[in-house]
């Protein structure tokens, strides 16, 4: 069964600092996308960033990168220089057969 | 380009009523599925569709409907609503039917059974 674990329910940041955010996940598949979703108080799902599994380079977009570690089945999100528009619920997710498989979420504060 | 529309934004039923959430894209996406998020428990499948007149279930169908006669619209139906499908609910899209590019997300719609 494909799994994916957001151990981090919530996690607060400084305003201009740098946080990461956990995910791990499960599948047995050799080749699948990683996602990490936003999901600000608006209700909306946005995509931030994607990663494929058979690239080696860790995505970037912006302020956000990942850490993906394929070994040790670890897709961590970085989000540098915070900023208040980055609070949110972040989910993380894997692509499974016609659907996605998502983490429970974690919720990021940022602190003015 | 309004990608995908979701109706109504809020609704309270109660319990028995039957009612259909609608969505609704227009990127001529093929794949097109339902979402159900929970406190605590991430988003869960409800049902998929990967074409007109192609529709199958995911983790947690009972007490829904789907139907997909036209490419661009795929509503779900509650039969007999009960309080367990309290929940806020998302209709999602995508190009590819592996949804490797991400998935379209519509703005969800918040049901209140009571």
């Known amino acids: 069964a494909q799994t994916v674990t957001q151990s981090q329910p919530e996690m607060s940041v400084q305003e201009a600092e740098t946080v990461t955010l956990s995910c791990t996940y499960d599948?047995?598949?050799?080749?699948?996308?990683l996602f990490w979703y936003k999901q600000p108080p608006s209700r909306q799902m946005i995509l931030v960033i994607r990663?494929?599994?058979?690239?080696?380079q860790n995505a970037t977009e912006n302020r956000f990168s990942v850490n993906f570690q394929k070994a040790a089945k670890s897709f961590s999100l970085k989000i540098s220089d915070s900023q208040l528009g980055d609070a949110a619920m972040y989910f993380c997710?894997?692509?499974?057969?016609?659907?996605?498989?998502f983490g429970t979420g974690t919720r990021l504060k940022v602190l003015a | 380009n309004a990608g995908v529309t979701q109706t109504p934004k809020f609704q309270v039923l109660k319990t028995g009523q039957s009612m259909t959430l609608q969505c609704a894209q227009d990127?001529?996406?093929?794949?097109m599925s339902w979402y159900r998020q929970d406190p605590g428990m991430g988003l869960r499948l409800i049902h998929y569709?990967?074409?007109?007149?192609?529709?199958d279930q995911g983790e947690v169908p009972n007490g829904y409907n789907v139907s997909r006669s036209t490419t661009e619209d795929f509503p779900l139906r509650l039969l007999s609503a009960a309080p367990s499908q309290t929940s806020v609910y998302f209709c999602?899209?995508?190009?590819?039917?592996?949804?490797?590019?991400?998935?379209?997300f519509g703005s969800g719609t918040r049901l209140t059974v009571v």
């Open positions: 999602a899209s995508s190009y590819s039917l592996e949804g490797h590019y991400g998935y379209t």
């Open positions: 599948t047995s598949e050799s080749d699948y996308y």
């Open positions: 990663q494929e599994a058979y690239k080696q």
């Open positions: 997710a894997l692509s499974g057969t016609y659907k996605y498989i």
């Open positions: 990127m001529n996406h093929e794949y």
């Open positions: 569709s990967v074409g007109a007149g192609i529709t």
